[in-house]
Nanobody, 125 residues
Framework: VQLVESGGGLVQAGGSLRLSCAAS????????IGWFRQAPGKEREGVSY????????YYSDSVKGRFTISSDNAKDTVDLQMNSLKPEDTAVYYC???????????????????WGQGTQVTVSS
Protein backbone atom coordinates (compact mmCIF):
# COMPACT_ATOMS: atom_id res chain seq x y z
CA VAL A 1 0.00 0.00 0.00
CA GLN A 2 1.48 3.31 -1.04
CA LEU A 3 0.18 6.87 -0.99
CA VAL A 4 2.07 9.72 -2.62
CA GLU A 5 1.10 13.36 -2.28
CA SER A 6 1.99 16.05 -4.81
CA GLY A 7 1.07 19.62 -5.66
CA GLY A 8 2.38 21.50 -2.66
CA GLY A 9 4.29 24.72 -2.96
CA LEU A 10 4.50 28.39 -2.08
CA VAL A 11 1.54 30.64 -2.77
CA GLN A 12 0.42 34.10 -1.72
CA ALA A 13 -2.55 34.57 0.55
CA GLY A 14 -5.74 34.40 -1.44
CA GLY A 15 -4.24 32.05 -3.97
CA SER A 16 -4.99 28.44 -4.80
CA LEU A 17 -3.24 25.09 -4.88
CA ARG A 18 -4.40 21.64 -5.87
CA LEU A 19 -2.98 18.68 -4.00
CA SER A 20 -3.17 15.17 -5.34
CA CYS A 21 -2.92 11.85 -3.53
CA ALA A 22 -1.96 8.93 -5.76
CA ALA A 23 -2.58 5.43 -4.47
CA SER A 24 -1.09 2.10 -5.43
CA UNK A 25 -1.02 -1.41 -4.08
CA UNK A 26 -4.68 -1.61 -3.10
CA UNK A 27 -8.16 -1.31 -4.52
CA UNK A 28 -8.54 2.41 -4.21
CA UNK A 29 -12.29 2.78 -4.11
CA UNK A 30 -12.51 0.30 -1.21
CA UNK A 31 -10.81 2.83 1.05
CA UNK A 32 -11.83 6.00 2.78
CA ILE A 33 -9.34 8.80 2.18
CA GLY A 34 -8.51 11.67 4.47
CA TRP A 35 -6.40 14.78 4.12
CA PHE A 36 -4.58 15.99 7.21
CA ARG A 37 -2.12 18.76 7.88
CA GLN A 38 0.51 19.46 10.48
CA ALA A 39 2.05 22.82 11.17
CA PRO A 40 5.30 23.14 13.14
CA GLY A 41 4.71 22.61 16.83
CA LYS A 42 1.08 21.58 16.33
CA GLU A 43 -0.78 18.31 16.28
CA ARG A 44 -1.85 16.70 13.04
CA GLU A 45 -5.24 18.13 12.09
CA GLY A 46 -7.95 16.54 9.98
CA VAL A 47 -8.90 18.73 7.02
CA SER A 48 -11.15 16.78 4.69
CA TYR A 49 -12.32 13.19 4.21
CA UNK A 50 -14.20 11.21 1.63
CA UNK A 51 -16.26 8.19 2.54
CA UNK A 52 -15.72 4.87 0.78
CA UNK A 53 -19.38 3.91 1.19
CA UNK A 54 -21.08 6.75 -0.63
CA UNK A 55 -18.20 9.09 -1.57
CA UNK A 56 -19.64 11.81 0.63
CA UNK A 57 -17.15 14.59 1.33
CA TYR A 58 -16.57 16.11 4.75
CA TYR A 59 -14.62 19.18 5.82
CA SER A 60 -13.29 20.71 8.98
CA ASP A 61 -14.78 24.05 9.92
CA SER A 62 -11.47 25.75 9.25
CA VAL A 63 -11.54 24.90 5.53
CA LYS A 64 -15.24 24.53 4.75
CA GLY A 65 -16.20 26.65 1.77
CA ARG A 66 -12.58 27.03 0.64
CA PHE A 67 -11.36 23.46 0.08
CA THR A 68 -12.92 20.76 -2.10
CA ILE A 69 -12.07 17.07 -1.99
CA SER A 70 -12.70 14.88 -5.02
CA SER A 71 -11.84 11.35 -6.07
CA ASP A 72 -11.08 9.83 -9.44
CA ASN A 73 -11.34 6.06 -9.11
CA ALA A 74 -10.17 5.54 -12.68
CA LYS A 75 -6.88 7.24 -11.83
CA ASP A 76 -6.75 6.11 -8.18
CA THR A 77 -6.30 9.68 -7.00
CA VAL A 78 -7.95 11.95 -4.48
CA ASP A 79 -7.44 15.66 -4.98
CA LEU A 80 -7.78 18.55 -2.58
CA GLN A 81 -8.52 21.85 -4.28
CA MET A 82 -7.54 24.65 -1.94
CA ASN A 83 -8.82 28.16 -2.68
CA SER A 84 -8.64 31.44 -0.78
CA LEU A 85 -5.58 30.20 1.04
CA LYS A 86 -4.55 31.87 4.28
CA PRO A 87 -1.18 31.98 6.06
CA GLU A 88 -2.66 29.75 8.75
CA ASP A 89 -3.11 27.03 6.11
CA THR A 90 0.67 26.65 6.02
CA ALA A 91 1.56 23.08 6.95
CA VAL A 92 2.71 19.73 5.65
CA TYR A 93 -0.32 18.07 4.10
CA TYR A 94 -0.76 14.31 4.26
CA CYS A 95 -3.23 11.94 2.71
CA UNK A 96 -4.27 8.82 4.56
CA UNK A 97 -6.35 5.75 3.83
CA UNK A 98 -8.38 3.27 5.80
CA UNK A 99 -10.76 0.44 4.96
CA UNK A 100 -13.32 1.60 7.49
CA UNK A 101 -14.90 5.05 7.48
CA UNK A 102 -16.54 6.29 10.65
CA UNK A 103 -17.61 9.92 10.66
CA UNK A 104 -17.20 9.97 14.43
CA UNK A 105 -13.46 9.33 14.09
CA UNK A 106 -12.69 10.52 10.54
CA UNK A 107 -10.87 13.61 11.85
CA UNK A 108 -8.54 11.53 14.02
CA UNK A 109 -5.19 10.48 12.62
CA UNK A 110 -5.36 7.19 14.53
CA UNK A 111 -8.37 6.18 12.42
CA UNK A 112 -6.19 5.75 9.32
CA UNK A 113 -3.85 2.84 8.73
CA UNK A 114 -1.89 4.11 5.72
CA TRP A 115 -0.13 7.43 5.19
CA GLY A 116 1.78 9.28 2.55
CA GLN A 117 5.00 11.19 3.16
CA GLY A 118 3.41 14.61 2.95
CA THR A 119 3.76 17.70 0.80
CA GLN A 120 4.62 21.19 2.06
CA VAL A 121 2.16 24.03 1.56
CA THR A 122 3.36 27.51 2.43
CA VAL A 123 1.06 30.53 2.22
CA SER A 124 2.75 33.91 2.43
CA SER A 125 0.99 37.00 3.72
Amino acid sequence: VQLVESGGGLVQAGGSLRLSCAASGFTFDDYAIGWFRQAPGKEREGVSYISNTDSSPYYSDSVKGRFTISSDNAKDTVDLQMNSLKPEDTAVYYCAANLVFDLRTAAQAKAYAYWGQGTQVTVSS
